[in-house]
C-alpha cells in the first residue's frame, strides 16, 4: 500500500514526466541549483529570434534536454541535447538556436 507521501511523490513524478514530453528537460549532475524558469525563458527567446530570422509562421518550442555537468560543452543533435560542463546561460541559447535551426531545416526537406 502506498502512503499519502509516497502517492504525492508518485504523482509529482509523473506530472513532471508529462510536462517534460515538449520543452526543456535538464539532467543536472552539479550541486549548483539551475532555476527551471530561467531556462526556460532562454529556450523561448532563443526559439523566437530563429522564428523571427526566418519569418517562420508557426510558433518553434523546440525539444531540448540540458545536461550539466558534460566533460566539455557541445551539442547532440540526435539527441537534442546542450551539454554544458556548468552552466552558462549564452551557451545554453547558443545550443538551442543550432537546435531550432535543424529542425526548421528538417521541416523544409
Known amino acids: 500500500m502506498f502512503s499519502a507521501v509516497e502517492f504525492a511523490i508518485s ?3 509523473f506530472a513532471a514526466a508529462c510536462l517534460a514530453q515538449d520543452g ?14 530561467g531556462a526556460e525563458r ?5 526559439c523566437s529570434v530563429v522564428q523571427r530570422e526566418f519569418d ?12 550539466l555537468g558534460a566533460h ?6 540526435a539527441g537534442r541535447e546542450v551539454r554544458l560542463a556548468k552552466w552558462n546561460g549564452y551557451a545554453l541559447a ?13 521541416c523544409r526537406a
Open 24 to 37: 526543456l528537460t535538464i539532467d543536472n549532475k552539479h550541486t549548483r541549483r539551475v532555476t527551471i524558469a
Open 42 to 46: 532562454i529556450c523561448s527567446s532563443a
Open 56 to 67: 517562420i509562421r508557426h510558433p518553434l518550442h523546440t525539444q531540448v534536454r540540458l545536461v
Open 94 to 106: 547558443q545550443g538551442v538556436v543550432w537546435l531550432a535551426f535543424s529542425e526548421k531545416r528538417q
Open 72 to 77: 566539455k560543452n557541445e551539442i547532440w543533435f
Open 11 to 13: 504523482l509529482l513524478a
